[in-house]
């Protein structure tokens, strides 16, 4: 097991913030998906490497998360003098070098592990500043033994619902467990470069005509208040509505999560599901945990299509084929509705799983159907809507829906993630305009050109893949794209959609193969350039071929509609995020 540049650059970051800083608790944000778990594993093992006396705790909230974290140290350093201490994996392990522990089962008998130099919270947003909590009870007790203990939280959500950032002192100016957070990688521009780069599957979030009413629900501690809101949601006849509606919608979509708000609202999903015709397992807290476990393993092994829960699959459920998510949970915390949305970022290249009992299709993206209409409240997984601390208000969900694909897109965008489409941006005036606001409402200028000649070879570079270049040259200027055959995650997905628009062959293994059958492809009259993109790098947005049409629109030496499916291809910039170490 290796880890990836950016789990490296991770584990970098928190050797230079304690050389800096001596004192502080950093914290590491990454996305769900990005693999904290390994580089929980490779701090361990890299400080254990150095300082072979140190002792170190990892602690988190349920054991699904603790056997994970466990089993990636052990892929990763298979003879780790490492041990699990939890009650729900009936295992007690105090004396190891290092110790991964629920806090439900550590909190109260901390003084039974000794003196703790380093103690790792996983899901780090979950740490409460009351000081009853169990984390606080676990963090104060191992002070008491040793008052240098370090900690680092890791997590993909960095603020709390009420408190604001984790790392923000609260409104009477007391100070904040973490202090820093030193490596971020869960930014708009990282969340999509993380994408580009195939290491998190896209998400396609979609609004539904169905939508649930929670009007007059009450809000406590954070949230809606459960019992109100599931007599909202179950109404006579809504949940046929909308599974009815999903169905329809997700037919081609094999692998279902669902999230329901409430126990028997699940157990009510599960029914209708059945009496639709679909196979479906409920979990919730009100079952034991065989039988839990058992649906769980169903739906891994693809035995039903459907899986659906109440707050429990919310965290530590790794399930990369997930590729359509149901929402019927109405949320105000964005914490929760990222994590739910995470669930379908795992990317899913078709490799075959030993437990395996389906085909196993490569997962291009995943869907996300929102009866709850927390999008437009809450905002996308790659720009959620961060809370303020109490009293501080609200922003707006940074969201727009595309009119032709009825997607909804982050609101900076110029091209519909789902269907291609270039949103139309009105430009604004105003008296007191300035400079800074012509350049931030700059309109997105592209032009289709006239190919006089295309070439392509193999580009390779020392510890990367090779990838095929194609350059279409048009008189004076040229522009390339970069097709990954043999990349792993998204950007092969890429390579075979690209493939796929022009040729009915199945697509090459290699970038040889690719070579030699080029001559055998049509190839592209005029091609349409977004000139202007954010990154500056312009890039190619679709094909015209042998005079046909944009669409179905005919190609000319001026702006040409856009097809509504257009083949991703990856710009030079992309392509350098693929064979560079990557900057965060």
Same mark, same amino acid.
């Given at each position: ?28 944000? !990454? ?64 004396t190891?070098?290092i ?60 603020? =709390? ?56 629900? =009450?809000?406590?501690?954070?949230d ?48 209708? !599901? ?11 807290s009100? !079952? ?21 829960n109440n ?86 969900a ?13 609101a ?9 489409s ?60 970069w ?44 091609i349409?350039?977004h ?30 509609? !856009? ?22």
């Amino acid at each position: 097991m290796q880890l990836r540049d950016y789990q490296s650059e991770a584990i970098t970051r928190v050797f230079e913030y304690f050389a800096s800083h001596p004192t502080g608790n950093p914290v590491i944000a !990454m996305p769900t998906g990005t693999g904290k778990s390994l580089v929980i594993a490779g701090l361990g093992h890299k400080i254990l490497s150095q300082w072979p006396g140190q002792r170190i705790m990892v602690a988190t909230h349920v054991k699904e998360l603790i056997q994970q974290n466990y089993n990636k140290m052990m892929g990763l350093w298979p003879f780790a003098p490492a041990g699990v201490y939890s009650a729900g994996l009936k295992s007690r392990d105090t004396t190891q070098s290092i110790l991964f522990v629920g806090v439900q089962s550590a909190a109260p008998c901390w003084p039974m592990f000794g003196h703790i130099d380093l103690l790792l919270v996983d899901e780090a947003h979950l740490v409460s500043p009351d000081d009853k909590s169990n984390y606080q009870k676990l963090i104060q007790g191992l002070k008491t033994i040793n008052p240098q203990l370090r900690v680092i939280g890791l997590t993909a959500t960095a603020w =709390r619902l009420g408190y604001g950032k984790i790392t923000d002192p609260d409104k009477d100016g007391n100070k904040a467990l973490f202090d820093d957070i030193c490596f971020d990688i869960t930014t708009l521009e990282c969340f999509n470069r993380l994408i580009l780069e195939g290491y998190l599957s896209p998400l396609i979030p979609k609004p539904m005509h169905t939508e649930l009413d929670v009007t007059g629900v =009450r809000k406590t501690g954070g949230d809606y208040n459960g019992k109100q809101l599931q007599a909202a949601v179950t109404k006579s006849g809504v949940t046929r509505a909308a599974l009815s509606e999903a169905l329809q919608v997700a037919a081609d979509r094999r692998h279902w999560l669902i999230f329901a708000s409430g126990v028997e609202h699940a157990e009510e999903i599960a029914r209708e !599901m059945h009496a639709l015709g679909e196979t479906c397992l409920a979990v919730h807290s009100k !079952m034991g945990d065989e039988a839990r476990d058992e649906a769980i393993r169903k739906f891994q092994r693809g035995e039903v299509r459907a899986l659906v829960n109440n707050n429990i699959l919310t965290t530590g459920f790794d399930s990369p084929w997930v590729d359509c998510i149901v929402c019927l949970r109405p949320t105000i915390s964005s914490v929760l509705w990222v994590q739910m949305l995470g669930r379908g970022t795992r990317p899913y290249n078709g490799t075959v799983m030993p437990w395996a009992q389906f085909d196993p299709a490569p997962k291009q993206n995943c869907l996300v159907l929102d009866f709850a209409g927390n999008t437009r409240k809450l905002g996308p997984i790659n720009d959620p809507v961060v809370p303020k601390q109490k009293g501080d208000g609200g922003g707006d969900a940074p969201v727009k829906l595309c009119e032709v694909c009825n997607t909804f897109n982050h609101a900076s965008v110029r091209i519909c993630c789902c269907c291609g489409s270039e949103f139309q941006f009105a430009v604004k005036i105003k008296e007191d305009a300035s400079t800074i606001d012509l350049i931030k409402q700059d309109m997105p200028k592209t032009k289709v050109f006239k190919v006089t000649m295309i070439t392509a070879k193999k580009q390779e570079k020392a510890g990367r893949p090779p990838t095929l270049r194609v350059t279409y040259h048009t008189g004076l200027k040229s522009y390339d794209e970069w097709v990954c055959f043999e990349h792993t995650g998204f950007a092969k997905v890429q390579a075979a959609r690209w493939w796929k628009e022009r040729s009915k062959d199945p697509c090459p293994e290699t970038v040889g193969e690719a070579l030699e059958l080029l001559d055998q492809l049509p190839s592209a009259t005029h091609i349409n350039v977004h000139l202007n993109p954010p990154d500056g790098y312009p890039k190619i947005l679709s094909h015209c071929y042998d005079g046909t049409a944009f669409g179905e629109h005919a190609a000319e030496d001026g702006p040409g509609a !856009m097809q509504a499916d257009l083949p991703v291809n990856l710009t030079k910039a992309q392509r350098d995020a693929l064979d560079d170490d990557i900057p965060f």
